[in-house]
């Protein structure tokens, strides 16, 4: 799923798609999510450690928010496979960069100690961070979200659904291919979380071996996705491959290759 700064009452239907590119590596992420106030949705991204501020490329998707709509024609409607839960920066430090992508605004925050730079909203506590050591050198994606509207009524909120984000950042290992996994929905971190998530790929030489689970689209992407609009994100030419996390897991990103970790 992802981390947020301020607790959420829903999140849902969370796809992600990724594709390693040499030392750099693809990410789209889409899902649907209920919020009292505005808040920020952050994706931990194991980048080299130090990196610059320009290491992340934010990618446009507003024209292309069909993306996994799309992506999803690709495969048949029966899932041949499924995994269910039963089987400090000084205070006159600059502002961090703030990129409009689409209905987002998004910044690339290089180190934990960097969260300073941002409004206080957009924070997440850093006792989180204490909580996922491995995630001490990593940088971050944060994407700026609008509260959820409410309905008339009970008072319950419409989900909001978002047109898929999308980037590019340098891999730490290229031999892992990244899913950012791991919960954080009310501000705490909890062992296990409840996931409603389609993991898609696009193999490279290093992770091929380790797809045989994944199911198989029928065709290469340039079937099933306008390439186009997809700015880069995909390879036209290569098939695309999918698995799903549902149910109770751990709670934990999603690394594939050698050495490389599924919740289970």
């Known amino acids: 799923m992802c981390c947020f700064s ?8 969370t796809n992600i798609f990724a594709r390693g590119d040499d030392g750099r590596q693809f990410l789209a992420y889409s899902m649907s999510y209920a919020a009292a106030s505005a808040l920020a949705m952050v994706l931990p991204l194991p980048v080299p450690p130090d990196p610059p501020e320009d290491a992340v490329r934010f990618i446009d998707l507003k024209r292309y928010p069909s993306f996994f709509d799309h992506m999803r024609r690709g495969f048949p409607q029966t899932m ?3 995994l269910d839960a039963a089987s400090a920066t000084p205070a006159r430090a600059p502002k961090l960069r703030v990129h409009a992508v689409g209905d987002f605004e998004a910044s690339f925050v290089p180190r934990i100690a960097d969260f300073d730079r941002l409004d206080e909203r957009f924070r997440i506590p850093p006792g989180v961070w204490q909580q996922l050591p491995g995630h001490r050198d990593y940088g971050f994606a944060v994407f700026k979200l609008k509260a959820s509207v409410s309905l008339a009524g ?9 047109h898929p984000m999308a980037f590019t950042f340098p891999r730490r290992d290229p031999d892992l291919l990244f899913f950012p996994t791991v919960h954080v929905h ?12 389609m993991l898609y790929c696009q193999a490279d030489p290093a992770t091929e071996a380790y797809l045989r689970t994944w199911e198989r689209s029928h065709g290469p992407a340039s079937t099933f996705l306008d390439v186009a609009r997809c700015q880069g994100l995909v390879q036209p030419h290569q098939p695309c491959r999918r698995l799903p996390l549902r149910g109770s897991l751990d709670n934990r990103d999603t690394l594939v290759g050698q050495g490389g970790t599924l919740p289970r």
């Open 6 to 13: 301020q607790p959420v009452e829903l999140v849902a239907d």
């Open 80 to 82: 041949a496979y499924t």
């Open 154 to 162: 009970d008072g319950a909120r419409q989900p909001r659904r978002v």
């Open 186 to 197: 009310d501000r705490q971190v909890h062992p296990r979380a409840t996931f409603d998530h």
